[in-house]
């Protein structure tokens, strides 16, 4: 694949450095807010402040998180910190704006 039949989409999303994506959505972590955002694949292209969604903590991670790791079918992800790792189960992501978790 050259580099000319990349797709390049500009994301202005703030404070969010660490990004995985699923079959569906594109997940980040917002260490400033303390809050998963996601957004659907679909709309990558349209993408406005309310397109996207967060699940706010209600507990904040002690240590940084460093990575993302997403299961196959999107319902759970796990925050990697350098000495814990935080699961987070997510059922029905795509129809629940905002919530906390």
């Known amino acids: 694949m050259s580099l000319s039949n990349l797709i390049r989409i500009p994301l202005n999303l703030g404070n969010i450095d660490i990004f995985t994506f699923g079959e569906l959505n594109l997940f980040g972590y917002d260490s400033l807010n303390d809050c998963l955002i996601f957004i659907s694949l679909n709309e990558l292209n349209n993408i406005n402040d309310h397109s996207i969604n967060r699940l706010y903590f209600s507990s904040i ?35 629940s704006p ?3 978790i």
């Open 61 to 95: 991670p002690r240590f940084p998180i460093k990575k993302l790791i997403l299961n196959e079918d999107e319902t759970i992800v796990a925050l990697i910190s350098d000495k814990t790792a935080y699961l987070v189960y997510l059922p029905q992501i795509n129809k």
């Open 98 to 100: 905002s919530k906390s």
